[in-house]
């Protein structure tokens, strides 16, 4: 497991109790002795209005093909979480070098560093 990477794992809710499988963008590598990773959460479902943090991942196009999203998504990088590496489940294919510059930029300017 390596940043940049799109895996499935569980991912919480933020309204209810309980976790959704559901592709997520590794932001970290494993850390700490309890293997935790720092995830970004990615939707099928576009927003009517992108916000200043999403990335649009369109696996129809060369340099989101790696993803091997089924669908054009969304990287909504203000909905984070630190999960267990337990909780990730399956490799499903990694950002390119052009998308991860654009994660970091758009992090940077959301957390003001």
Known sequence: MQRSEIHLASFP??????MKLRP?????????????VLVAYISSVMPSTL???????????????ATHLKTTSVL??????????????RYLGKISAK???????????????
Do not use: M, N, Q
Request: charged letters at 20%.
């Open 13 to 18: 809710f933020g309204d209810v109790p309980g």
């Open 24 to 36: 997520v963008l590794l932001l970290t590598g494993p850390i700490g002795l309890t293997t935790e």
């Open 51 to 65: 916000l200043p943090s999403d990335v649009v991942l369109d696996p129809t196009i060369p340099k989101d093909r």
């Open 76 to 89: 909504r990088l203000h909905k984070l979480a630190t999960i267990h590496t337990i909780s990730v489940r």
């Open 99 to 113: 998308t991860e510059s654009e994660v970091c930029t758009k992090l940077r300017v959301l957390l003001s560093l």
